[in-house]
């Protein structure tokens, strides 16, 4: 039935993401926001890499755009929030349609290339001009909770709930897209892009279109992890974050949605497992600092080598051989 339906089960989910809110302390709420801000981030990743062939290593820039336009439309304009994650989606998506149209022209380690340059020198553009606050950054406060929900709900539950139901919304939107014919055009142009031009598909205009809408649900992504952290600035977004998103996006099998919740909880935990070992070990600042990364690039070549589509493809693979044998 949920197959079937699966707006149902969506809402299902929602429902028990709402009760488990009410069940835990704040921290494992902040933490919940996380890995919805970061299913977000990864779902836009393997819509762009899984679906459409192309590779980003600078995907951190993008979340980036999505923050700075929030807290700009906040600050200066005092929107609504929904009206700033708005502004987000379209300020990403511009700058997404701008890099796509080079993209269409690029491919391999030259996109890479272009995207990752573009996670190195953002932060410096943003160094550049007051309107951006510098290294210090803008401040993104979208006000407290609204108090017809009670004194129960704090500001974290809130974040919470917004952050799960952006997500809730993102994933089921971007299945029924991936399931369209542009999804069907975008594996075509992935696969073999000679066969797909024969067959009359746009390739450039294919190409475009992902980035566009990548871009899109990123700047969404980015302008929910400013809210989390009440500002954005360079450093909210390092280029570790475009090679964290990266990881997510692998071991969560980069040609599905399916397991994009594995890669989010994985990028959240790590964080913490760090810091009980570092606590447990009394370990040094620089070790603290530096095996976060380490840990992600582990996690990133054992995938690789033992599960290159991901835990739920391969899963899939092996329940369709047993089902054929």
Same mark, same amino acid.
């Given at each position: 039935?949920?197959k079937?339906?699966?707006?149902?089960?969506y809402?299902?989910?929602?429902?028990?993401?709402?009760?488990i809110?009410n069940?835990?302390?704040?921290?494992? !709420?902040?933490?919940?926001?996380?890995v &919805?801000i970061?299913v977000?981030?990864? =779902?836009?990743?393997?819509?762009?890499?899984?679906?459409?062939g192309?590779?980003?290593?600078?995907?951190?820039?993008?979340?980036?755009?999505?923050?700075y336009? =929030? %807290?700009?439309?906040r600050?200066?304009?005092g929107?609504?929030?929904?009206?700033?994650?708005?502004?987000?989606v +379209? %300020?990403a =998506? +511009?700058?997404?349609?701008?890099?796509?149209?080079?993209?269409a022209?690029?491919s391999?380690p030259?996109?890479?290339?272009?995207?990752l340059a573009? /996670?190195?020198?953002?932060?410096?553009i943003?160094?550049?001009? @007051?309107?951006?606050?510098?290294?210090?950054?803008l401040?993104?406060?979208i006000?407290?909770?609204?108090?017809?929900?009670?004194?129960?709900?704090?500001?974290?539950?809130?974040?919470?709930?917004?952050?799960?139901? /952006?997500a809730?919304i993102?994933?089921?939107w971007?299945r029924? !897209?991936?399931?369209s014919?542009?999804?069907?055009?975008?594996k075509?142009?992935?696969?073999n892009d000679? &066969?797909?031009?024969?067959?009359g598909i746009n390739i450039?205009?294919?190409?475009?279109l =992902?980035f566009t809408?990548?871009?899109?649900?990123a700047?969404?992504?980015? /302008?929910?992890?400013a809210?989390?952290i009440?500002?954005?600035?360079?450093g909210?977004?390092?280029?570790?974050?475009?090679f964290?998103?990266?990881?997510?996006a !692998?071991?969560?099998?980069?040609?599905?949605?399916?397991?994009?919740?594995?890669?989010?909880?994985?990028?959240?935990?790590?964080p913490?497992?760090?810091g @009980?070992?570092v606590?447990?070990?009394?370990?040094s600042?620089? !070790?603290?600092?530096?095996?976060?990364?380490l840990?992600?690039?582990?996690?990133?070549?054992?995938?690789?080598?033992?599960?290159?589509?991901g835990?739920v493809?391969?899963l899939?693979?092996?329940?369709?051989k047993r089902?054929?044998?």
């Open positions: 039935m949920l079937k339906h699966p707006l149902i089960g809402s299902l989910f929602g429902f028990v993401l709402f009760l809110s069940r835990v302390d704040e921290l494992r !709420v902040f933490q919940g926001a996380s &919805a970061y977000i981030a990864i =779902a836009s990743i393997i819509l762009l890499t899984g679906y459409s192309q590779v980003s290593l600078g995907h951190g820039a993008l979340l980036a755009i999505g923050g336009a =929030a %807290a700009l439309s600050n200066h304009w929107v609504p929030v929904w009206l700033a994650f708005c502004i987000a +379209l %300020a =998506a +511009l700058g997404g349609y701008l890099l796509g149209l080079a993209a022209r690029l391999g030259y996109l890479a290339g272009t995207t573009l /996670a190195i020198g953002l932060p410096s943003a160094n550049q001009f @007051s309107i951006f606050g510098g290294e210090q950054g401040l993104f406060d006000g407290k909770p609204p108090a017809s929900f009670g004194e129960s709900l704090t500001q974290y539950k809130w974040f919470f709930w917004i952050a799960s139901l /952006a809730l993102s994933i089921y971007l029924n !897209v991936m399931n014919r542009y999804g069907r055009s975008w075509s142009v992935r696969s000679v &066969a797909a031009e024969l067959a450039g205009r294919n190409k475009v =992902a809408i990548s871009a899109g649900i700047g969404l992504a980015g /302008a929910l992890l809210m989390s009440s500002t954005v600035s360079p909210a977004f390092p280029l570790t974050l475009s964290s998103l990266a990881t997510g !692998v071991l969560s099998g980069v040609t599905t949605l399916g397991g994009v919740m594995i890669g989010a909880v994985t990028l959240v935990a790590i913490e497992i760090v @009980s070992a606590s447990r070990f009394e370990s600042d620089a !070790v603290a600092n530096n095996l976060p990364g840990l992600v690039s582990a996690l990133l070549i054992l995938t690789v080598l033992f599960v290159p589509n835990p493809e391969q899939r693979a092996r329940r369709e089902a054929k044998s």
